[in-house]
């Protein structure tokens, strides 16, 4: 299967004044699909630098913004950035599996639209105290919220080697996730990325370094993962946002690994009524009945054009829903 990637260093996508912007992958297709719902609300459970949020308010009149995000540097930008929007936009810091009491914190039932854009945003990468850069020595954090949680530092300092290699080949693709695991293991205790980063490169095999990209990459996206739970809790807030879609409201979600991509196509197909059945002449199984429909079939992909004006947009994955229904 090739390998769908999450934003890298690679990415030359960069922050601005702020400390936290950066280019909006896909915008324009986002704004196509959720600019038309239903009056409302849509909320971007993954608010980051709100690019994709004051798009779709400029977009529609109708509609206001539900901005989710548990890094509390990307909630001051956001807020900052569509403050000009007054009640239309509330903002909440929680996790993207926290949707449903984000919305019944606003005394809210029904969603218009929902935005998921996976990943890590590009300032989280620049800012080396962040410990997410596999290029610019800093601690060895890695956490979305850095007001809770256990660090990168306490998971490569204490995880055993098993259990470790198995995060490296299950979140990062990592082929060489035992050598990696083992060098790791011998080498604690490590406190920075930069420590972090020799280790891996020394690790894999020299064959491999001539490859492209940096040989560390993997196994810092593999570990953020893990610390932040990314995929672990997408497929309950997937069923969430899509539970709580009014009739002709519309759920995207733009993924940039393939264990995300997988769950965001599972989870749609079963809503969509497309569970895989025992035998193909049997019905679906109760349960399995259609509340959503797919609004196209496999995943779209960025233009050539926006993948050279924005290298990161290119591992993106966008996929999207339609829910059932009659408006009442």
């Given at each position: 299967?090739?390998?769908?990637?999450?934003?890298?260093?690679?990415?030359?996508?960069?922050?601005?004044?702020?400390?936290?912007?950066?280019?909006?992958?896909?915008?324009?297709?986002?704004?196509?699909?959720?600019?038309?719902?239903?009056?409302?609300?849509?909320?971007?459970?993954?608010?980051?630098?709100?690019?994709?949020?004051?798009?779709?308010?400029?977009?529609?009149?109708?509609?206001?913004?539900?901005?989710?995000?548990?890094?509390?540097?990307?909630?001051?930008?956001?807020?900052?950035?569509?403050?000009?929007?007054?009640?239309?936009?509330?903002?909440?810091?929680?996790?993207?599996?926290?949707?449903?009491?984000?919305?019944?914190?606003?005394?809210?039932?029904?969603?218009?639209?929902?935005?998921?854009?996976?990943?890590?945003?590009?300032?989280?990468?620049?800012?080396?105290?962040?410990?997410?850069?596999?290029?610019?020595?800093?601690?060895?954090?890695?956490?979305?919220?850095?007001?809770?949680?256990?660090?990168?530092?306490?998971?490569?300092n204490t995880i055993d080697e098993r259990t470790l290699a198995g995060i490296l080949q299950r979140n990062g693709d990592e082929r060489h996730a035992r050598r990696i695991a083992r060098a790791i293991i011998a080498a604690r205790p490590i406190s920075t990325t930069g420590e972090l980063a020799e280790i891996v490169r020394d690790a894999v095999p020299a064959a491999a370094r001539r490859h492209a990209g940096h040989p560390a990459r993997k196994t810092f996206q593999a570990i953020r993962i893990e610390i932040?739970?990314?995929?672990?809790?997408?497929?309950?807030?997937?069923?969430?946002?899509?539970?709580?879609?009014?009739?002709?409201?519309?759920?995207?979600?733009?993924?940039?690994?393939?264990?995300?991509?997988?769950?965001?196509?599972?989870?749609?197909?079963?809503?969509?009524?497309?569970?895989?059945?025992?035998?193909?002449?049997?019905?679906?199984?109760?349960?399995?009945?259609?509340?959503?429909?797919?609004?196209?079939?496999?995943?779209?992909?960025?233009?050539?054009?926006?993948?050279?004006?924005?290298?990161?947009?290119?591992?993106?994955?966008?996929?999207?829903?339609?829910?059932?229904?009659?408006?009442?």
């Amino acid at each position: 299967m090739a390998e769908h990637d999450t934003p890298t260093e690679e990415s030359g996508a960069h922050g601005d004044a702020t400390g936290f912007a950066h280019v909006s992958v896909m915008r324009d297709e986002i704004v196509e699909v959720l600019s038309e719902v239903p009056d409302g609300i849509v909320v971007d459970a993954t608010l980051g630098g709100a690019g994709h949020a004051a798009a779709l308010l400029a977009a529609n009149d109708g509609i206001s913004i539900l901005g989710l995000d548990r890094d509390e540097m990307a909630l001051a930008a956001a807020g900052a950035r569509l403050a000009a929007h007054g009640d239309r936009v509330a903002v909440r810091h929680t996790r993207f599996d926290g949707l449903a009491a984000a919305v019944q914190s606003l005394g809210a039932e029904r969603l218009s639209g929902a935005l998921f854009d996976l990943g890590v945003s590009s300032p989280q990468l620049d800012l080396a105290d962040r410990g997410f850069s596999f290029r610019n020595d800093g601690p060895l954090d890695m956490r979305m919220d850095r007001s809770r949680g256990r660090t990168a530092a306490d998971l490569v300092n204490t995880i055993d080697e098993r259990t470790l290699a198995g995060i490296l080949q299950r979140n990062g693709d990592e082929r060489h996730a035992r050598r990696i695991a083992r060098a790791i293991i011998a080498a604690r205790p490590i406190s920075t990325t930069g420590e972090l980063a020799e280790i891996v490169r020394d690790a894999v095999p020299a064959a491999a370094r001539r490859h492209a990209g940096h040989p560390a990459r993997k196994t810092f996206q593999a570990i953020r993962i893990e610390i932040n739970d990314e995929i672990s809790m997408l497929e309950g807030a997937l069923t969430q946002a899509l539970d709580l879609l009014a009739p002709h409201g519309r759920c995207a979600v733009l993924s940039y690994h393939s264990g995300e991509d997988r769950i965001v196509k599972h989870v749609f197909r079963d809503a969509a009524g497309e569970a895989p059945r025992p035998r193909p002449d049997l019905p679906p199984p109760p349960g399995h009945e259609a509340s959503v429909s797919l609004l196209w079939r496999g995943a779209r992909r960025p233009s050539d054009a926006e993948v050279e004006r924005n290298p990161r947009a290119e591992a993106a994955r966008f996929r999207a829903v339609e829910k059932l229904g009659a408006v009442a």
